[in-house]
């Protein structure tokens, strides 16, 4: 079982998934993870910054983990 490495860089931002003002602790390059859901989200720069849900594919990219 992998465990995240949590980096000392937080952020506040609102998260996309449970839509709460919360704290957004990096755990990757630009990926953060919600301390309220869990959900982790990927911070996406485009002109703005937003935070988006990873999806699978995401995922499988970051980590490694392969769908069967
Ligand atoms: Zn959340």
Do not use: A, W
Request: with cysteine; net charge positive.
């Amino acid at each position: 079982m992998k465990k995240f490495i949590v980096e000392s860089l937080i952020v506040h931002g609102i998260c996309p998934s449970c839509r709460e003002l919360t704290v957004l602790v990096s755990v990757l390059d630009n990926i953060y993870k919600c301390t309220n859901c869990g959900e982790e989200l990927q911070q996406h720069v485009n002109g703005v910054i937003k935070y988006l849900p990873i999806n699978k594919d995401t995922k499988e990219l970051l980590y490694g983990e392969k769908s069967k």
